[in-house]
């Protein structure tokens, strides 16, 4: 069954510092996404991304957060000046244009990003 | 504003009993639903989904039921095993493609 693979699968960073978090989407899904899990917590959405524009975004996803594609297969999650609240567990997650049923809408195994 | 979220936050049953979880959803406009197992430092697996336009829908040992009325969903799991301890989310799209909103959880603890 095809996956979303995630890389890397724990990052350490410094505060201040920027991360990129890395995704591999299923190949033929057109619909990608980030989503966040802070420990405990629910799983809360970030992004949203179509023919090559964000087509949505929440209020988490603030000027410190960018996303690209920047080639036809990785989408990626850039947190510019991180910070301790950062801290989470970030789900890449993509979907075909149906976005429904088994395979149609897939997440990753996520990246847990620790900020110290 | 758009919420979904859980009855029951834990939830422990005897193998082999039938579980049932349960979630209130608050954004009419929502036409999908999902459920979601998360196991212990993976992402959310598909478990099985319903569309509003239907009332139940059934796989393998799993059944979803939806009251659009009291806008409620339910998960029930027969027989259930340990390898079903895990966290379980419902979540909701409100539209073709785009974002799903998730429940807060609830943990399912097997014993044996």
């Known amino acids: 069954e095809p996956e979303v693979t995630q890389t890397p699968s724990h990052q350490v960073t410094q505060m201040g510092q920027e991360v990129i978090l890395r995704c591999v989407p299923i190949s033929n899904h057109l619909y990608f996404y980030w989503y966040r899990q802070i420990l405990g917590q629910k799983v809360e959405f970030l992004v949203s991304f179509y023919n090559n524009e964000i087509s949505e975004k929440s209020e988490i996803f603030d000027d410190q957060f960018s996303v690209e594609r920047p080639d036809g297969s990785n989408f990626t999650l850039k947190i510019r000046s991180t910070k301790l609240e950062d801290s989470a567990m970030y789900f890449c997650?993509?979907?075909?244009?149906?976005?429904?049923?088994?395979?149609?809408?897939?997440f990753g195994s996520g990246t847990r990003l620790t900020v110290v | 504003g758009e919420s979904v979220g859980l009855h029951l936050p834990t939830l422990s049953v005897q193998e082999g009993d039938n579980s049932i979880i349960n979630c209130a959803y608050s954004?009419?406009?929502?036409?999908?639903f999902i459920w979601y197992k998360q196991e212990s430092g993976k992402g959310p697996q598909f478990i099985i989904d319903?569309?509003?336009?239907?009332d139940k829908r059934q796989g393998q040992r799993v059944t979803v039921l939806l009251n659009k009325t009291v806008k409620h969903l339910s998960l029930q799991i027969a027989a259930t095993q340990p390898g079903d301890s895990a966290v379980y989310f419902c979540a909701e799209s409100p539209g073709q493609g785009g974002k799903l909103i998730f429940g807060q959880g609830t943990e399912l603890s097997v014993k044996p």
């Open positions: 997650a993509s979907s075909d244009d149906v976005g429904q049923g088994v395979g149609g809408y897939t």
């Open positions: 954004n009419s406009a929502s036409d999908y």
């Open positions: 319903i569309r509003s336009n239907m």
